[in-house]
């Protein structure tokens, strides 16, 4: 079973190529049950692989290799290579992949492009999984602007609406920013390892390769390079400033945002600090950078989800929050704990998201919380299952995020460079976070329905397809975080790390270590917070029948409405750049292109033109003066070739 | 008779025949022309490369005009092969595909499409200067001829320009081309090949030998500053036209760049490099902006292809062995891409009866097949990878990268720039809401063979361009003089 790690990319290309090549014919559900069904085998097969990473000497599967190009010293080959940390990646994907395609068939069943959206979803996976199963960087490459591709395609899937349209155009282009950046990295490894390999021999993950680089002068680009990666990862996973993206992405169909937009594509930039966290680590001030725009993001993100109405753009701020923290995370050298809480935020936010969605769909596509309202009535297992989800976000002690968020705090107070500042910063996220979740609950689920009347008189709860996932992230929400329950060491309770363990030296060494008493202060702080602000919030907001906490007139202060307004990101960038862009492309047409380059050849062509009228009366129409010219050449051959002859 | 000059033969005879024929029949002979053509063409890829690369088999000398050392001489290797493959294989779509043409000038049109196939070969096939010279300049007739009858009233003003333009680039390769010819006292290419490694023209001789060559080829291809026939004469073109004319047409420029230049004047390549890299780059990032604010596609497309020839100049002349191969391999690359990008814009404009972006829109509910290609089409155009425009681009940055990462890194952000004029220009023509009732047809038939066979191209090239990088390499290495060195 070689070939084991190939079928599992392939299963969903399968899907998309039947799904594309004759979806049509399958009808609803032929297509979604197809689709569905590919994942679920790529789950089945990665639970295999699973087993042979943790059997496999070195705890590293390589794939066949197929070479794709090659020119010289350079050989670029799709090869996959299979470690802890993809397998990981690769149970998420697959896992929560499955569970959002089959909400999706419920969700998508009025949907008359049914087929080509299970298609684009399978192309999705397909590229995801590349991206974190390639051996190299080239071959990690096409998976990252695979999945961008396919993201573009989801967002405008509602190709009717401009404003979809615009949104998939935004995130295509602002994650080009970053592919320009990633690209650079990429020649700038290559130039210095001469490979794109991770491992194997002078791979650009290895010791041998790295002392290789460094002879080849290396040390003189070993921040740049990590820099170049970070800005890749940026875009990819809409950190500052390259943040802008995300928000607007939410015009894709609603299980699109659970499953690119929160659970695997927008990871992908931690993944990749974490699979080239060795060249991260040589580069203290990379790091310093990562964990600085970290926090700023996560900081920004959070007061922005403050103040939005729109249910899906508080998600996906909360979405850039903590992308924000697992940033944080890697820039404090803790990268297993990036991914710790990657991990559980797939979970929560998977599961917040496709809640959201089931609102969405019992309101007949209204996404404005404000026409919103006691809804917990009326759906009752999207409130529970939120309600889960949204225990686990805010840090509520003992589900999932308590822990995964505990540990980032931790580290941003005795990681590298960590110090109590930035723990307070991220604090204060943490604070936010737990605010804007509840007073989202409380708007949707409590208070009195805000909708019209033919809304109300449509409500239900979703189908079975659509709450078992809700159901099954539930249930992965509240435990997975005992994967690591590090934070429960404060109150004597020690379990083992077993997702630690399991990453081994895939995702570095955390070096956070602080004594007992510090250690219970940290977690009694995060704690009080977290409880702290979810109360405030949920019992503030379930007072407001409204679900309005502030005035028509406090609502238009400096400070809500610079949160409501996202911090003007938008309106500057176009300012400084979509504007002034077209006016210099408009000029570089008008005046340098039309006046200045043909208006001299139009110059010389007027000149050249009387001439010739001058010479010759009869000769009107460019074919003659054309010929005449020939004639002159040959002329000139003839005559030249004589003089040469004679020499 | 070798292969290729019946190459040569078979479409400038069809050319006759339709001339001569009567109007019905002469899309039938024509397609019947250039079918034959590209059948015969994919022979060539079977060749044998001698020492100096060329295919043993293809190679035909005969005296044409003795007195003047002129000969009739032709022969090949791989990347004159792929050229004229990539000719013969566009001027079958080009032919086949089932555009209207206005009663009463099919021979016109189908005439000068062959005829523009027979001198595009003529001219990738000559190793003689001279007949090199005639083919490159008796290219520009059928051009003529096309945009003059059916460009209407832009055609004057286009065939204007583009007649001073090119006039004056190749008199210019002319006189490099007579000095050289009397200098070695032949006018072949293998003999003055040989004769420049014995040798070498070096100092201010040879590089002004090697820019008169440039200069003919930064029109022909063409490099900025010397663009601006180009919008004007792809507009002025049908679109069948236009299928040549920049899949073909233009890598007449970048081929002889690499056969005139680079390979014969290594060492005044490398002096002129900064020179022609920084045309390249300021062309890249100019053709893209510019591009962006166009209103008209087809003049967007035609300003974009100054960005993509860019690129090919400039991993040619980076005299890096990945970029050169990568350069070559993308001269295939564009070739497919535009020409059927171009083929589908015909197939629009027949059916809105315009190509003004503005005019356009809802196009993919109504012709859903057409479309996807045009989507596909436009994301190799944008360089995705698994579509043939990654592979040959990264290797041009990366290679690039390596001796002159300044350039290289400007040219990278192209990247961005091809994302936002593509994808703006897509979203505008194909999406929203539809603009009228009127029903459109989609493709169906031949249309849907022909650019069926273009995107299996696309992923082909795109996921197995080793096949013909190998092919490739060995040239591309004699022509790296910075690494050998």
């Known amino acids: 079973m070689e070939l084991l790690p190939w079928i599992v990319p392939l299963l969903p290309l399968v899907g998309f190529l039947i799904n594309a090549l004759i979806g049509v014919r399958l009808g609803k559900p032929g297509a979604g049950l197809l689709a569905t069904a590919m994942l679920w085998a790529?789950?089945?097969?990665?639970?295999?692989?699973?087993?042979?990473?943790?059997?496999?000497?070195?705890?590293?599967?390589?794939?066949?290799?197929?070479?794709?190009?090659?020119?010289?010293?350079?050989?670029?080959?799709?090869?996959?290579?299979?470690?802890?940390?993809?397998?990981?990646m690769l149970l998420i994907i697959t896992g929560v992949g499955a569970l959002i395609h089959g909400y999706s068939m419920g969700y998508m069943s009025h949907e008359k492009?049914?087929?080509?959206?299970?298609?684009?979803?399978?192309?999705?996976?397909?590229?995801?999984?590349?991206?974190?199963?390639?051996?190299?960087?080239?071959?990690?490459?096409?998976?990252?602007?695979?999945?961008?591709?396919?993201?573009?395609?989801?967002?405008?899937?509602?190709?009717?609406?401009?404003?979809?349209?615009?949104?998939?155009?935004?995130?295509?282009?602002?994650?080009?920013?970053?592919?320009?950046?990633?690209?650079?990295?990429?020649?700038?490894?290559?130039?210095h390892f001469g490979t794109f390999e991770f491992y194997g021999e002078k791979g650009i993950l290895t010791k041998a390769g790295i002392d290789?680089?460094?002879?080849?002068?290396?040390?003189?680009?070993?921040?740049?390079?990590?820099?170049?990666?970070?800005?890749?990862?940026?875009?990819?996973?809409?950190?500052?400033?390259?943040?802008?993206?995300?928000?607007?992405?939410?015009?894709?169909?609603?299980?699109?945002?659970?499953?690119?937009?929160?659970?695997?594509?927008?990871?992908?930039?931690?993944?990749?600090?974490?699979?080239?966290?060795?060249?991260?680590?040589?580069?203290?001030?990379?790091?310093?950078l990562v964990a600085i725009v970290g926090l700023l993001t996560a900081l920004v993100a959070a007061s922005i989800g403050l103040a939005q109405n729109d249910i899906k753009k508080v998600l996906a701020y909360s979405t850039v929050s903590q992308l924000g923290l697992m940033f944080l995370a890697c820039g404090s050298g803790a990268f297993g704990v990036a991914m710790f809480h990657v991990t559980t935020h797939a979970f929560f936010k998977a599961l917040l998201f496709l809640g959201s969605g089931s609102v969405i769909h019992a309101m007949g596509g209204e996404q404005d919380m404000r026409k919103m309202g006691g809804l917990a009535k009326k759906l009752p297992i999207t409130y529970a299952t939120m309600f889960i989800g949204t225990l686990a976000i805010s840090g509520i002690p003992l589900l999932s995020g308590f822990f995964s968020k505990d540990e980032i705090l931790l580290n941003a107070f005795a990681g590298q460079a960590g110090n109590a500042f930035q723990w307070g910063l991220a604090l204060l996220v943490s604070a936010m976070t737990a605010f804007y979740m509840w007073r989202m609950m409380a708007k949707t689920f409590s208070g009195e329905f805000r909708g019209t009347e033919e809304q109300e008189h449509h409500l239900h709860e979703s189908p079975i397809s659509m709450t078992a996932p809700l159901g099954i992230l539930a249930v992965l929400s509240v435990f997975s975080g005992y994967l690591n329950p590090a934070a429960l060491k404060a109150v004597a309770v020690d379990l083992p790390d077993t997702f630690g363990h399991f990453l081994g030296e895939n995702a570095g060494e955390s070096i956070a270590e602080v004594n007992h008493n510090t250690e219970l202060m940290l977690v009694l702080a995060s704690v009080a917070v977290a409880v702290g602000f979810s109360l405030f919030a949920w019992r503030k907001y379930k007072k407001a029948t409204n679900g309005e906490l502030l005035t028509e007139?406090?609502?238009?202060?400096?400070?809500?409405?610079?949160?409501?307004?996202?911090?003007?990101?938008?309106?500057?960038?176009?300012?400084?750049?979509?504007?002034p862009g077209k006016q210099l492309a408009t000029w570089l047409w008008r005046v340098a292109d039309l006046r200045g380059v043909d208006g001299l050849v139009q110059g010389a062509g007027n000149m050249i033109g009387s001439l010739s009228n001058l010479l010759s009366r009869f000769q009107n129409g460019y074919v003659r003066s054309y010929a005449l010219t020939m004639l002159v050449g040959v002329v000139l051959v003839i005559l030249t070739s004589l003089l040469g002859r004679g020499r | 008779m070798s292969?290729?000059?019946?190459?040569?033969?078979?479409?400038?005879?069809?050319?006759?025949?339709?001339?001569?024929?009567?109007?019905?029949?002469?899309?039938?002979?024509?397609?019947?022309?250039?079918?034959?053509?590209?059948?015969?063409?994919?022979?060539?890829?079977?060749?044998?490369?001698?020492?100096?690369?060329?295919?043993?088999?293809?190679?035909?000398?005969?005296?044409?005009?003795?007195?003047?050392?002129?000969?009739?001489?032709?022969?090949?290797?791989?990347?004159?092969?792929?050229?004229?493959?990539?000719?013969?294989l566009l001027s079958v779509a080009a032919i086949v595909m089932p555009f209207k043409i206005s009663a009463g000038k099919e021979k016109l049109y189908f005439g000068s499409l062959l005829l523009l196939?027979?001198?595009?070969?003529?001219?990738?096939?000559?190793?003689?200067?001279?007949?090199?010279?005639?083919?490159?300049?008796?290219?520009?007739?059928?051009?003529?001829?096309?945009?003059?009858?059916?460009?209407?009233?832009?055609?004057?003003?286009?065939?204007?320009?583009?007649?001073?333009?090119?006039?004056?680039?190749?008199?210019?390769?002319?006189?490099?081309?007579?000095?050289?010819?009397?200098?070695?006292?032949?006018?072949?290419?293998?003999?003055?090949?040989?004769?420049?490694?014995?040798?070498?023209?070096?100092?201010?001789?040879?590089?002004?030998?090697?820019?008169?060559?440039?200069?003919?080829?930064?029109?022909?291809?063409?490099?900025?500053?010397?663009?601006?026939?180009?919008?004007?004469?792809?507009?002025?073109?049908?679109?069948?036209?236009?299928v040549l004319v920049s899949g073909a047409m233009a890598k007449l420029g970048t081929y002889g760049f690499w056969r005139f230049c680079i390979v014969l004047f290594p060492e005044a390549s490398k002096q002129a490099a900064p020179l022609m890299i920084g045309l390249a780059v300021v062309g890249?990032?100019?053709?893209?902006?510019?591009?962006?604010?166009?209103?008209?596609?087809?003049?967007?497309?035609?300003?974009?292809?100054?960005?993509?020839?860019?690129?090919?100049?400039?991993?040619?002349?980076?005299?890096?062995?990945?970029?050169?191969?990568?350069?070559?391999?993308?001269?295939?690359?564009?070739?497919?891409?535009?020409?059927?990008?171009?083929?589908?814009?015909?197939?629009?404009?027949?059916?809105?009866?315009?190509?003004?972006?503005?005019?356009?829109?809802?196009?993919?509910?109504?012709?859903?097949?057409?479309?996807?290609?045009f989507l596909i089409l436009t994301l190799a155009s944008v360089g995705l990878p698994l579509t043939n425009g990654f592979v040959g681009e990264?290797?041009?940055?990366?290679?690039?990268?390596?001796?002159?990462?300044?350039?290289?890194?400007?040219?990278?952000?192209?990247?961005?720039?091809?994302?936002?004029?593509?994808?703006?220009?897509?979203?505008?023509?194909?999406?929203?809401?539809?603009?009228s009732e009127q029903p459109l047809t989609d493709l169906k038939g031949t249309s849907q063979w022909v650019l069926g066979f273009f995107v299996v191209l696309v992923f082909a090239l795109g996921i197995f361009p080793k096949t013909f990088l190998d092919l490739i390499s060995p040239i591309a290495a004699l022509a790296a003089p910075m690494e050998n060195k």
């Open chain 1, 42 to 88: 790529a789950f089945a097969c990665s639970l295999v692989l699973l087993g042979q990473v943790q059997a496999a000497p070195g705890k590293r599967l390589f794939s066949p290799e197929f070479v794709w190009f090659n020119a010289d010293t350079l050989s670029v080959s799709f090869k996959l290579s299979i470690d802890t940390l993809t397998a990981l």
């Open chain 1, 113 to 191: 492009n049914y087929s080509r959206y299970f298609a684009y979803l399978n192309l999705f996976v397909f590229f995801m999984l590349l991206l974190v199963m390639s051996s190299n960087l080239v071959g990690m490459f096409v998976g990252w602007e695979g999945v961008g591709l396919a993201s573009y395609l989801l967002i405008g899937f509602w190709q009717e609406k401009k404003s979809a349209t615009d949104a998939g155009k935004k995130a295509f282009i602002v994650n080009r920013i970053g592919d320009a950046a990633l690209l650079i990295a990429l020649f700038l490894i290559f130039r």
């Open chain 1, 212 to 288: 290789t680089a460094l002879g080849n002068g290396y040390g003189l680009v070993s921040t740049t390079v990590p820099i170049l990666l970070f800005i890749g990862a940026c875009g990819k996973s809409a950190q500052l400033p390259l943040h802008v993206w995300l928000a607007d992405a939410m015009e894709g169909p609603t299980p699109v945002s659970a499953l690119i937009h929160a659970a695997t594509m927008v990871t992908a930039g931690v993944y990749l600090l974490c699979r080239t966290h060795e060249l991260f680590l040589m580069a203290p001030g990379a790091m310093t």
């Open chain 1, 553 to 579: 007139k406090q609502r238009q202060s400096g400070w809500y409405e610079l949160a409501y307004q996202k911090w003007g990101f938008d309106e500057l960038y176009n300012e400084l750049f979509v504007r």
């Open chain 2, 3 to 88: 292969i290729l000059t019946l190459l040569i033969l078979v479409p400038a005879l069809a050319a006759l025949i339709v001339a001569l024929a009567p109007q019905g029949a002469t899309r039938r002979i024509a397609c019947l022309g250039a079918l034959l053509t590209f059948i015969a063409s994919a022979l060539l890829l079977r060749g044998m490369p001698g020492p100096d690369g060329f295919f043993e088999d293809s190679i035909q000398r005969s005296d044409w005009l003795p007195a003047l050392r002129i000969q009739f001489h032709v022969g090949v290797d791989i990347v004159s092969t792929l050229m004229i493959v990539l000719t013969a």
């Open chain 2, 117 to 242: 196939e027979a001198t595009l070969i003529g001219a990738f096939s000559s190793l003689n200067l001279v007949l090199f010279y005639v083919f490159f300049e008796a290219c520009l007739i059928p051009v003529w001829f096309l945009a003059g009858s059916f460009g209407g009233e832009k055609a004057t003003k286009a065939l204007m320009k583009f007649f001073l333009y090119t006039v004056i680039g190749s008199l210019v390769m002319l006189s490099s081309i007579l000095w050289l010819g009397f200098h070695f006292q032949s006018f072949s290419y293998i003999d003055i090949q040989h004769g420049l490694v014995k040798e070498p023209l070096l100092g201010q001789l040879g590089l002004w030998l090697m820019l008169g060559f440039a200069v003919a080829f930064a029109v022909k291809t063409p490099l900025f500053p010397f663009h601006s026939w180009q919008p004007e004469t792809y507009a002025a073109c049908p679109t069948a036209g236009v």
């Open chain 2, 284 to 373: 890249i990032l100019y053709g893209a902006f510019v591009a962006a604010m166009q209103r008209d596609v087809k003049r967007l497309i035609a300003y974009s292809s100054i960005s993509h020839l860019g690129y090919i100049v400039m991993g040619l002349f980076s005299g890096s062995t990945p970029a050169i191969s990568g350069a070559i391999l993308q001269m295939v690359n564009h070739g497919i891409t535009v020409g059927g990008l171009f083929l589908v814009l015909g197939l629009i404009e027949e059916q809105t009866g315009t190509l003004k972006i503005r005019s356009l829109g809802g196009l993919w509910d109504r012709v859903p097949l057409l479309s996807r290609v």
């Open chain 2, 394 to 435: 990264f290797m041009i940055l990366l290679g690039t990268f390596q001796n002159f990462p300044a350039a290289a890194t400007l040219a990278t952000t192209g990247v961005i720039w091809s994302a936002v004029y593509m994808l703006w220009m897509f979203q505008r023509v194909v999406y929203g809401p539809a603009r």
